[in-house]
T-cell receptor, first 113, second 115 residues
Framework: ETGVTQTPRHLVMGMTNKKSLKCEQH?????MYWYKQSAKKPLELMFV???????ENNSVPSRFSPECPNSSHLFLHLHTLQPEDSALYLC????????????FGQGTRLTVV | QKEVEQNSGPLSVPEGAIASLNCTYS??????FFWYRQYSGKSPELIMS????GDKEDGRFTAQLNKASQYVSLLIRDSQPSDSATYLC???????????????FGKGTHLIIQP
């Protein structure tokens, strides 16, 4: 266990559905991240939150909507996704300095049908 | 231009030998460098971090950093079959106010340790 917990572990959703991914960290970190991992591509940074404030959005389509209510919790709200959005979605947290090591949750395997 | 480059492999190494994994990065302001191990179907697991030029050793693992050459490497001594995995190189840079920058990853090197 890394101290970062993601739910659900697997999710199948239709293109018209709305769902949310949840991430919780028990490490006392102040930075949290969403990454996307697709086959044959490097891990892609989606969003960065520092001290609950979004500080980076890597040109992610608006059908992905992050929410960070406090420094321990992070959500990714999903709506009207496309089949190409099927991927492993990973949450991570770090101590929020350049030296902070990032720890990942187990990921959510998302399939859009 | 890719920001972090790794040879995708597979890299095949006999058990007990030294596995050498390499990574280059393009952004000169990168300050932090990490190696993650990822088993198939699992999430990345941090195994080494390095911040200054030179070598850093932790058990069977040694990370090497050369900022002038923009090069990071990972050596695994006495390789075991359980070391078979994909190894991801990641870099990050400082941001104003002391906040965190996200990691930029390479595609990873698939390492196979042959018994």
């Amino acid at each position: 266990e890394t101290g970062v917990t993601q739910t659900p572990r697997h999710l199948v959703m239709g293109m018209t559905n709305k769902k949310s991914l949840k991430c919780e960290q028990h490490l006392g970190h102040n930075a949290m991240y969403w990454y996307k991992q697709s086959a044959k591509k490097p891990l892609e940074l989606m969003f960065v939150y520092n001290f609950k404030e979004q500080t980076e959005n890597n040109s992610v389509p608006s059908r992905f909507s992050p929410e960070c209510p406090n420094s321990s919790h992070l959500f990714l709200h999903l709506h009207t996704l496309q089949p190409e959005d099927s991927a492993l979605y990973l949450c991570a947290s770090s101590q929020g300095s350049p030296w902070g090591e990032a720890f990942f949750g187990q990921g959510t395997r998302l399939t859009v049908v | 231009q890719k920001e972090v480059e790794q040879n995708s492999g597979p890299l095949s190494v006999p058990e007990g030998a030294i596995a050498s994994l390499n990574c280059t990065y393009s952004d000169r302001v990168s300050q932090s460098f990490f190696w993650y191990r990822q088993y198939s179907g699992k999430s990345p697991e941090l195994i080494m971090s390095i911040y200054s030029n030179g070598d850093k050793e932790d058990g069977r693992f040694t990370a090497q950093l050369n900022k002038a050459s923009q090069y990071v490497s990972l050596l695994i001594r006495d390789s075991q079959p359980s070391d078979s995995a994909t190894y991801l190189c990641a870099v990050s840079k400082a941001v104003a106010g002391g906040g965190a920058d996200g990691l930029t990853f390479g595609k990873g090197t698939h390492l196979i340790i042959q018994p």
